[in-house]
Structure formats: C-alpha cells, structure tokens
C-alpha cells in the first residue's frame, strides 16, 4: 500500500512544483508527510513558498531550485523519498506553435514544451525516480491527452516498476499514471 514503514514520516517529492497545487493538497491530506518541492525558477519558488505559507504548510515543504530530481541528490534523499509526483511540461515542440497565442505568450515556453513528441520530461522522470524511490515506493505523473499509452510503455521499458494504474480525470481521459517500484 501507500503507507511507508511505521515510525518513519513520509517523504514526498512534487517535481516541477510550479504554483505548488500538488505540493499543498499533499501537505494537507498528508500532516505527518514531509515535501521537498523543485522548480528550475526561482521566482515560481517564490511564489510558491507564499502559497504554502498562505495554507500554513511551509513548515512541511523543503524547496528547492533546480531541474526534476537533481536538487534532490544534494539533499541526501536517494533511495528515501516514498512518493515522486509531477505534473511535467507535455506539450510536444509541434503542438507549442498551433496553441492560441494567449496561452502561448502566458505560460513561459519552459513549463509547457515537453520535446520532440513531448515524452522527453516523462523519459527523465521513469529512469531518474528509481535512485530516489524508497523499496515501495510510487511514482505519480500526470500526462497529456492521449499520452497514458506511451508513458505506460516507457515505465514498462525500465523493467522498474511493478504495478501500473492508470486513472481518469473528470472528463475520462487517461491523466494520472501510479507505478509502484519494483
């Protein structure tokens, strides 16, 4: 199940925490949990250290600035970090020109381009996670439309993870891939 060994408070990383929406209702849902949140931008992480604060959780969030998992291995958290959650850029190089402009010049190009077939991310975070995945522990991403398929391949690919499940959002596209380490 979800539940690390007892005594022990759980770790959980959100990479690419961005407005750090995933890292508050964690810390929330999850009292005893202890969050290290990354992003490459110092002023997302600004932004972010407010937004826990608002939500009394920054006591519970460690962040840190850098790319996915890297500002993790400073941090001495190979092998101990019991949930790996993210929410990647996924948005191919292709699809980034035909997006309505509005969207385009809002969100920073960094956040969205995932990449030639917008995997890239995805590739990063299935074979970089295993380092920093405890024994049991489970790696959370959300995918863009019509990628669960891909990104379930890649996971199997690694020979790494055990059990895969894939869950729906509120429209009933794949969103949400679970695997668990093997």
């Not at 539940?3 to 407005?19: F, Y």
């Not at 750090?20 to 949990?33: E, G, M």
């Not at 826990?52 to 962040?63: I, L, N, S």
């Not at 890297?70 to 292709?94: H, T």
Request: net charge neutral.
């Amino acid at each position: 199940g979800m539940h690390p060994a007892a005594g022990r408070r759980p770790v959980v990383a959100d990479l690419g925490t961005g407005s750090v929406c995933i890292a508050v209702s964690l810390a929330r849902r999850l009292p005893l949990a202890v969050l290290h949140a990354t992003d490459r931008s110092a002023e997302a992480l600004r932004v972010a250290r407010r937004t826990a604060e608002r939500h009394d959780v920054a006591g519970q969030v460690t962040f840190l600035e850098g790319d996915l998992l890297k500002p993790l291995r400073a941090s001495g958290l190979s092998g101990r970090v019991d949930i790996v959650v993210s929410n990647p850029p996924y948005i191919a190089e292709r699809e980034w020109e035909a997006l309505q402009p509005e969207v385009r010049l809002f969100e920073p190009r960094i956040a969205l381009a995932g990449g030639e077939d917008g995997l890239a991310v995805y590739r990063r975070l299935v074979q970089e996670a295993v380092e920093f995945l405890s024994a049991d522990g489970w790696l959370i991403m959300e995918v863009g439309q019509g990628q669960a398929e891909s990104v379930r391949m890649l996971l199997d690919t690694t020979k790494q993870y055990g059990v895969v499940d894939v869950r729906p959002d509120q429209a009933g596209i794949a969103r949400v891939l679970c695997a668990q380490k093997q």
